[in-house]
């Protein structure tokens, strides 16, 4: 029972927390009228009961990381109520917010992002079961614990709160020791259900992202690729791609190691990284190449942002043991053309062939798609890029 013990509460400031019931029935006995659930619903509503001397902050619950309040919407026409209720939620942890009709809760529902809501049902100007099927007709909220208490006892009423999505129905009166009990149930479920999100995202986080680098992987470019190339081709927007491959690569993992190899690519990624712009769209499309997809950007601009990123790389210098080095990139670009019916492929490959024109040139070079670029049996045979 805790510091706020029944007969201590009864004797000093009649704010039994282990009965809720038990101190309206003795309010509703001094003031002198009908004792039990009517007296709930009276339109006098008690006196204010006196507060506790004192908070018990040493009482509250301090939440650990993976225990961080919830946030808790109390909703009752009954100001008493509502005092008592937001008390003894505060006591377990949370943030308590406060609402006296059903419109005045999808206020707090717009305002705040709610994890359970102890809901009257009889209230003016719009009541419990309304909220309700607002709440569910918005699809907003899908995760909202409600639970509902009212004075209202029948089995259709109870049947109705829980079809119109409550989670959980509560009459009144009612213990507080039972409303305390129905909480730390909503809470369990809201919490399993915030880890599993958590998880979720996690998951799809981790299948978008290149485990060494930390740049988008090539599955996720390709997804967001095609979506922002139906977009360029369906509305005439410039897009551009730059493919870039590290020069020589295979030489530095057979000179430096494949760990230093390894500490030399996840370099090259941050630095394309803050090379590019926030709206570009940077992968690890595999081994030592790279594609960015840039939005709303022509041609030549595009090849200004890869020699932006070619000189980015050529400035680096990685201090190995056996002695300072460089590496350089190649790039190639290509643009969505308005003129010929293309797609993503098309695009990738005409980066790609742009690309195995700046390695036969002699690489550290950026070099654009012109559309002339074929790609000759000597050539292919040449010292392109593998
Ligand atoms: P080029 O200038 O023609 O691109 O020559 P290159 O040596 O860079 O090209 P090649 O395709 O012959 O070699 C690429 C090398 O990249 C070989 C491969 O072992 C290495 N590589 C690919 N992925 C990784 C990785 O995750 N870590 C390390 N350390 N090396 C990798
Ligand atoms: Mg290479
Ligand atoms: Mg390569």
Redesign the pocket.
């Known amino acids: 029972m805790g510091r706020w013990g029944k007969s201590v509460e009864l004797r000093h400031c009649h704010f039994p927390l282990d009965s809720f019931a038990l101190t309206v029935k003795d309010e509703a006995q001094q003031i002198g009228s009908t004792v039990g659930t009517m007296a709930i619903k009276q339109p006098v509503s008690p006196p204010p009961l006196p507060q506790p001397p004192s908070q018990p902050l040493q009482d509250v619950p301090s939440p650990s990381a993976e225990k961080a309040p919830l946030d808790v919407l109390i909703v009752d026409d009954d100001q008493t109520i509502r005092e008592m209720v937001a008390r003894m939620v505060r006591g377990m942890g949370h943030a308590v917010y406060l609402a006296a009709t059903g419109r005045e809760a999808l206020q707090r529902l717009q305002e705040h992002t709610l994890d359970i809501v102890l809901l009257d049902i009889m209230m003016p100007e719009m009541d419990g079961f309304e909220f309700c099927r607002i709440v569910q007709a918005e699809k907003k909220w899908p995760d909202l614990h409600i639970i509902i208490t009212s004075a209202r006892d029948t089995l259709e009423d109870k049947v109705k709160g829980l079809e119109l999505g409550a989670t959980d129905y509560l009459t009144k009166p009612f213990s507080m020791t039972e409303l305390k009990a129905r909480i730390r149930v909503g809470e369990r479920i809201v919490r399993y259900r915030k880890a599993l999100k958590e998880q979720q995202a996690l998951l799809e986080y981790m299948a978008r992202e290149d485990k060494?680098t930390g740049l988008y992987n090539r599955r996720h470019f390709e997804e967001r690729a095609q979506e922002e190339w139906l977009r360029a081709h369906r509305y005439y927007h410039p897009l551009s791609l730059v493919f870039g491959?590290?020069?020589?690569?295979?030489?530095v993992?057979d000179r430096y190691g494949?760990a230093y190899?390894?500490k030399v690519?996840k370099e090259v990624s941050q630095t394309l990284l803050q090379h590019c712009r926030s709206n570009d769209l940077i992968a690890r499309y595999g081994?030592?190449e790279f594609t960015v997809l840039l939005l709303e950007t022509r041609l030549e601009d595009a090849c200004v942002v890869a020699e932006r990123l070619r000189a980015a790389v050529k400035a680096l210098t990685f201090t190995h043991p056996s002695g300072p080095f460089q590496v350089t990139m190649?790039f190639g670009v290509a643009c969505v053309s308005s003129e010929e019916p293309q797609s993503l492929t098309a695009l990738l490959e005409e980066a790609d062939k742009a690309l195995y024109m700046a390695?036969h040139k002699g690489?550290n070079r950026v070099e654009q798609y012109t559309g002339s670029q074929l790609i000759t049996p000597a050539l292919a045979s040449g010292t392109?890029?593998?």
């Open positions: 060494l491959d590290i020069d020589h690569f295979k030489k993992n494949h190899g390894d690519l081994g030592e190649s390695k690489r392109g890029k593998a």
